[in-house]
């Protein structure tokens, strides 16, 4: 039995991840309560077979890409403000010598991180892991649309011939291992294409539309409703729920990380000014009038400060690179505007229009994930 926290192990947001493809036995017992005989096409076991350790090692691949990039930030960090502060502690014998090391030993330790963040397989496992998972999803959702024909004949004769869905078990069987031997056993020649800017193809070409007509009856239009519901709508909520902003300090929402990473900006700004108002000051007062002298004597301390805040600074800079908030950002809001106007175009339209509008959605999905790839292919901790 499939449990939530198997789907996605490293999520503590009870997000119901991938419900659209009914992963747990809850959701396939409602995908028949709600769409009947329909639901034996929307309940794919050998995708769901191969989709899950897949999306459970893109999981874990995403989890160590990240652990390795705010692990190098943070020692580098640390050796350089232990490199920084020499003048406060070389002639503090015997200590200096065993903070020179250590500061040594985390700067070697952190480019070292740093060298295998850029190596190919850090980031290539998590990318090629998400390109197949999302291609799956993609595979799945355009057999609907292609093979709608079939879903809705066999769904009409299911009633006396149970066995109706078996040649449209078998179409979709042949396009997985279609998907199988073209994507995922070579998933490192696809992500390279797909990177270097080439023509992008979809799993599977929408090259003709079936007719309206085929949507006639009771069965077809259930179809378009789970479609709606399951492709549309679920990829507008997706799309919110990475939009929003869980006010936590470590979040993996790019809202939140946007906002921490910026008040955390702002902060060292204001700090870095309000330290040079006091250094430019302390002087241009002492030249008029005698000063205490703590005042004169703090000033290496306050010199030391500013050039840790500055060092600060750098952190957040290479944190908001790797991380890419603000882009992810941006690319969340562009999907939920433009699968909020196909979803309600759809309600809107006739069933030749919502056919047209499917081929439409399915089309801005795969860009969707394309730009994903590309853009996360880019991110970067660098200090």
């Known amino acids: 039995m499939i449990d939530r926290r198997d789907i996605d192990p490293t999520s503590t947001d009870n997000y119901p991840y991938n419900d659209d493809l009914l992963l747990a036995p809850g959701d396939q017992e409602n995908a028949r309560r709600f769409y009947g005989p329909v639901a034996n096409a929307l309940i794919f076991p050998e995708l769901i077979e191969l989709f899950l350790p897949v999306d459970a090692r893109a999981n874990r691949a995403k ?3 990240r652990n390795l990039g705010f692990g190098s930030v943070v020692m580098l960090t640390l050796a350089l403000l232990a490199a920084s502060s020499a003048p406060f502690y070389e002639h503090a014998d015997p200590w200096a010598a065993y903070i020179v090391i250590t500061s040594a030993l985390l ?11 850029f190596s190919r397989n850090a980031k290539a496992t998590w990318l090629e892991c998400r390109l197949v998972t999302e291609g799956l999803r993609a595979l799945h959702f355009r057999l609907l649309v292609v093979l709608s024909p079939q879903i809705i004949r066999a769904a009409d004769a299911f009633a006396t011939d149970h066995d109706s869905f078996e040649p449209y078990y078998q179409l979709r069987a042949q396009a997985l291992e279609e998907f199988r031997q073209n994507v995922v056993l070579r998933r490192s020649e696809e992500l390279t294409r797909l990177l270097d800017n080439r023509e992008t193809r979809p799993p599977i070409e929408i090259n003709s539309l079936p007719s309206a007509d085929v949507f006639d009856g009771k069965y ?5 409703e ?13 799309a919110d729920h990475m939009l929003k902003d869980d006010g936590r300090i470590l979040s993996r929402f790019p809202r939140t990380q946007a906002r921490v990473i910026g008040g955390l900006g702002v902060g060292c700004v204001v700090m870095l000014f309000a330290l040079h108002l006091y250094s430019a000051s302390v002087p241009l007062l002492a030249s008029t009038e005698p000063l205490p002298a703590h005042l004169g004597a703090l000033l290496p301390q306050v010199h030391q400060l500013a050039v840790w805040i500055a060092l600060i600074a750098l952190v ?5 690179e790797g991380l890419k908030p603000r882009t992810e950002i941006d690319r ?17 339209r006739d069933v030749g229009g919502k056919v047209q509008i499917m081929s439409a959605m399915e089309n801005v999905v795969h860009d ?5 790839l590309r853009s996360n292919s880019e991110a970067r901790f660098i200090m």
């Open 316 to 320: 957040l800079r290479a944190i908001e």
């Open 226 to 238: 789970a479609y709606a519901t399951l492709r549309m709508r679920r990829q507008c909520q997706y």
């Open 63 to 65: 989890l160590r890409l």
């Open 332 to 348: 969340y809001r562009h999907y939920r505007i433009t699968t909020e106007r196909l979803s309600t175009q759809f309600k809107a």
């Open 107 to 117: 700067g070697v330790a952190g480019g070292l991180l740093g060298f295998g963040l």
């Open 220 to 224: 077809g239009r259930v179809l378009l």
């Open 368 to 372: 969707e994930m394309v730009n994903f």
